[in-house]
Each structure stands twice: as structure tokens, then as C-alpha cells.
């Protein structure tokens, strides 16, 4: 105990000394090494340390590794309030000596990895000064730590991106452009090699910078198509490949909602070329989400790209529709997927009404384009077969909302919440579909444009869109989970064919002052 009050004396003692000095302080450079060795101390003469390292050092700038290491084997020490304070002096110490912020966020970024919340706390609040003294440095270091260290610290360093720097960039990036493209040429290389949620978190970030508003948003785009990997071939029984394609093309609505001029025509003919060929390879959640970003991007296709689509499409309804004649097998009827398939036929066949009279035989609405004067081939039994199948999918959906109905009016709200959002669900979905068949149905079929009041089933606004489950809903099945939306399949008579963990303490275990590791050398899945 004597020894830690002597050691206590001596710092303020040291103290006193450079505070009398004044401007003159760096004179005393031995008092200065004198408190930094207090940072090998007792407890207390460490706590006294980090307080009075960062107070001095702007006189001592020589000393600049033996005050960052002295601060650094404090921020490892087994005493919580020891290691705060340590933490606390990097920002002082940054402002006064700019070169240290290098080394210093680089520390603070490894310090991340805390899951004591008070210590997390200032670290952030440290990293976030540092910040506003040079951006450029810190957003260096870290995209430096996401790309070369391993998988704990990279998903600390990211939050934080997402937490801090992502909420605070008006204040930290913007009015600076020049921040802008350093933080954007960082974010293009780390997606090289990312997951996918990470990839969202990034092109969120992206999507936000000022310089990628209005036309220069084509840049995205193409960043999109190029992680979506359109240039290879589908492969349908790769999880990967398929979700990065349904993520890049829901990441991608944004931008044509905002009325980017990039038209989506690259997605739209790959869906048409390679994967709507290879539909049935796809898992049964995996289609019905692609089928749902589809027409998602449905409205903002080109006439072009429609009369490319729109064969594609149509024969996946015919195969999902039967006509009803006595002798033609009856497939399971899946609404869910017939929504889709009727709310992107209807939006593509309002750019390129031609293209449908050609498929379904139906009397041509002519917009003046040369492709709507069409000479439509066995016109009267395409037409037929096109009415039968619309006939007999209003007639099940008339019959599935008498039921759902019927089942609603007995359900309790309160004590069958889970009950009554499923069959409200099919509601929705059936009275749709109602709704589009009644459209097409006319002498001169109606199609609903994007303007058009229509809100398609899977948007609720009260629910956060989820992924849906993989199966159809049967007698016996394990209960789906609160707000399922998954696969529907009307009833009826159908045949036809899945505690705290603290930092490692101590020198050489913790905090890393050497060079970066290298390459990962694996791919990250999605």
C-alpha cells in the first residue's frame, strides 16, 4: 500500500512540475516518461496515469509510441474504470497530435469486440471523435480491419459503420464530397467479399451518399447487376447464387421507384432467359419470392422488355391454371404464386398490349406502335383457352372467399390472433386475384398500370415483409410460426403433383499493434 501512495505522490508531484513549466514543458521530458511509466503502476497510480498522459502529451510529441503503448496496455487492464479512462484519453491526445489517429482508431476498432456495454459506449463515443477530427483516416482504418481481420472484429467494425456513421453522416460526411468517394471506393472493395446481409448494409449506406442521387444512382444499378452475377449461368439448386439474385433485384427497386434511368432491362432478360426456364428446380420458398420481386419490378420494365417477359410469364400460369375441361389433370392451385404471375402479366401487358393478343388470342388494344399491329394465328382457340382458365380460377376464388369468410366470422382476435392474420392473408390474396381475372376477363382486357390503386398482397403496410415458409399449409403440419404469409392452397378437391465474454487481457493477447493479417481465403455465403 506504501508503495502505491508513493507511487501516487510521484504523479502528482510530476504533474505539478509540467504545470508550473507551462509552454516550457517539453523541457521536461524525463518527468513526462516518469508519468508514463506510472501506467505500470498500482491500480490506482494506472488510473492517475491515463488521466494525465493525455493532459501532457501535445508537448511530447517523440513520444508518440510510448504514449499510445502505455494507453493501450491500460486499455487492457482487469479494472473496468482503469480502461474507460484509457480510452477516453485517445481523442485528447488525437486533437492535440493528429499523426496518432492512425494507431489510435485502429485500437479503438480492435476495442469494439467489448460486450460490456459502459466500455462499448465510450469506445464508440471516442471512435466518433475521432471521426470528426479526420474522417478519412478513421473510415480508413476500419474498412482496413473489416477486410483483414477476423469475423468478430469485422462484424463490430461494421456496426458501428451502420450505428454511427451511417446516422451521423450528415454531420461527418456531408457537405464533403471528397469524403463521400473515399468512403464509397472503400465499400466497393469490401463487397468483393461479403454476406448477404452485409452487402444490404453497405448498398444502404451507398444509396444515401449525395453522390449517388439522381442519375449518377445508374452506378448502383450496375454494382447490382454485377454482384447478381448476370453474366453466368442460373444455377436454381445453389441457395447462394439464388438469394444474391432475389436480394440485388429487391435492393435494386429503390432506385427505379426514384426514377433512375437504368431500366432494369438486364435483370429482366435474364429472368426471362435463365431462370423462368429453370422455375421448377427452385425451392418452393425461393419461388415464391422471386416470383414476388418480379412483380415488384414488373412496372418499371420497358415495352421492350415486357414483350421479352411476357412469354415466359404466361406459360408459368398456364401451368399453374388449369383450363377445367373433365379431362385435363387439376393441379394444386397456389394463390400465392398466381397473384405474382397476375400482377406482372397485367403490368407488362400494359406496356405491350400486342405481345398479349399474340399469347392469349384477346382483341388487340393499339397504341399506335407498329408491334401492336399484330396478325394473330389460331386467334379463337388461344382466346378460348385463355377464358377457360380465367373462368376457372374466379370460380375457385369465389368459392375460397365464401369459406375464409365464413372461418373468419368465428375467430376470436384476441385468443386467434395467429388464426385470424393467416386467413386474412388468403383474404387479400384471393380477392386480388379476384379482382385482376375480372380485368382480363373483358372483350378488351384492362391492365392495371403501376399508378393503379392495387396493392398487392405481400406489402402489407402493418407487417414487416418476411421471407415466407417453404411449404403449403396442411392438416398435421407443425404450426407455423406468428404472422406466417407462406404458400397458399385453397381447399377442395385437388390431385396432382422443406453471457459476457471481457476482452483478453494482458501483452501480446489483446489488442494487435502489428501489421494487418491477410486475404480471408474463403468465399463468404450468403
Not at 422488355?305 to 400460369?317: G, N
Not at 397504341?367 to 399484330?374: K, L
Not at 391492365?447 to 393503379?452: A, D, Q, V, Y
Not at 411449404?471 to 392452397?489: C, D, I, L
Request: proline share 6%; net charge positive; with cysteine.
Amino acid at each position: 500500500m506504501a508503495a502505491e501512495s508513493d507511487q501516487i505522490t510521484k504523479l502528482y508531484d510530476y504533474s505539478d512540475v509540467l504545470d508550473k513549466a507551462g509552454p516550457e514543458a517539453a523541457k521536461h521530458l524525463n518527468v513526462y516518461k516518469g508519468i508514463l511509466e506510472g501506467a505500470r503502476g498500482a491500480p490506482k497510480a494506472k488510473s492517475l496515469a491515463a488521466q494525465l498522459i493525455p493532459r501532457y502529451f501535445k508537448f511530447f510529441p517523440d513520444q508518440l509510441d510510448e504514449g499510445i503503448n502505455a494507453l493501450t496496455d491500460l486499455c487492457q487492464e482487469e479494472d473496468m474504470q482503469i480502461r474507460v479512462l484509457a480510452v477516453r484519453a485517445f481523442p485528447v491526445i488525437c486533437k492535440d497530435i493528429p499523426k496518432a489517429i492512425p494507431k489510435a482508431a485502429d485500437i479503438l476498432g480492435q476495442l469494439l469486440q467489448t460486450e460490456l456495454m459502459v466500455e462499448q459506449d465510450n469506445v464508440k463515443r471516442s471512435l466518433v471523435s475521432l471521426l470528426q477530427i479526420d474522417t478519412k483516416t478513421v473510415i480508413r482504418t476500419l474498412f482496413n480491419q473489416i477486410m483483414n481481420r477476423d469475423d468478430s472484429q469485422r462484424e463490430k467494425a461494421i456496426q458501428f459503420l451502420r450505428e454511427k456513421v451511417y446516422t451521423l453522416k450528415e454531420e461527418i460526411l456531408h457537405p464533403h464530397e471528397d469524403v463521400e468517394k473515399e468512403l464509397a471506393e472503400h465499400i466497393k472493395k469490401v463487397l468483393a467479399d461479403v454476406t448477404g446481409d452485409e452487402f444490404k448494409i453497405f448498398m444502404d449506406f451507398l444509396s444515401s451518399l449525395k453522390i449517388y442521387q439522381g442519375e449518377h444512382s445508374k452506378e448502383l444499378l450496375d454494382l447490382l447487376a454485377e454482384q447478381a452475377d448476370l453474366k453466368s449461368d442460373f444455377q436454381p439448386t445453389d441457395t447462394d447464387n439464388v438469394e444474391r439474385l432475389i436480394s440485388c433485384m429487391q435492393l435494386a427497386l429503390p432506385f427505379f421507384q426514384r426514377g433512375a434511368t437504368h431500366s432494369g432491362q438486364t435483370f429482366l432478360n435474364y429472368l426471362s432467359s435463365k431462370v423462368l426456364p429453370s422455375f421448377s428446380k427452385l425451392s418452393d420458398d425461393h419461388q415464391n419470392r422471386l416470383l414476388q420481386s418480379l412483380a415488384d419490378m414488373s412496372p418499371y420494365a420497358l415495352a421492350d422488355d415486357a414483350r421479352i417477359l411476357l412469354p415466359a410469364v404466361y406459360s408459368l400460369f398456364k401451368s399453374h391454371v388449369p383450363t377445367g375441361k373433365p379431362n385435363e389433370p387439376t393441379p394444386k392451385l397456389n394463390f400465392t404464386y398466381i397473384e405474382a404471375l397476375l400482377y406482372t402479366f397485367h403490368q407488362l401487358g400494359s406496356k405491350a398490349p400486342g405481345a398479349v393478343a399474340q399469347l392469349c388470342g384477346v382483341t388487340p388494344v393499339y397504341t399506335g406502335q407498329p408491334s401492336d399491329m399484330v396478325v394473330i394465328d389460331n386467334a379463337q382457340e388461344k382466346n378460348d383457352d385463355f377464358k377457360a382458365r380465367l373462368q376457372f380460377l374466379s370460380s375457385k376464388c369465389e368459392s375460397t372467399l365464401k369459406e375464409m369468410n365464413e372461418v373468419l366470422r368465428g375467430i376470436s382476435i384476441e385468443k386467434e390472433k395467429e388464426k385470424h392474420d393467416t386467413v386474412s392473408q388468403i383474404l387479400r390474396t384471393s380477392k386480388n386475384i379476384q379482382e385482376l381475372v375480372k380485368l382480363l376477363s373483358k372483350q378488351k382486357p384492362i391492365f392495371l398500370s403501376k399508378m393503379s390503386g392495387l396493392q398487392p398482397s405481400w406489402h402489407r403496410p402493418d407487417v414487416k415483409r418476411k421471407a415466407p415458409a417453404t411449404r403449403t399449409e396442411s392438416a398435421g403440419e407443425a404450426k407455423k410460426p406468428k404472422g406466417y404469409q407462406g404458400v397458399y392452397v385453397p381447399p377442395g378437391k385437388q390431385s396432382g403433383n422443406k453471457g459476457e465474454v471481457p476482452p483478453t487481457r494482458g501483452r501480446g493477447q489483446g489488442i494487435q499493434r502489428g501489421s494487418f493479417r491477410g486475404g480471408r481465403g474463403r468465399v463468404r455465403r450468403w
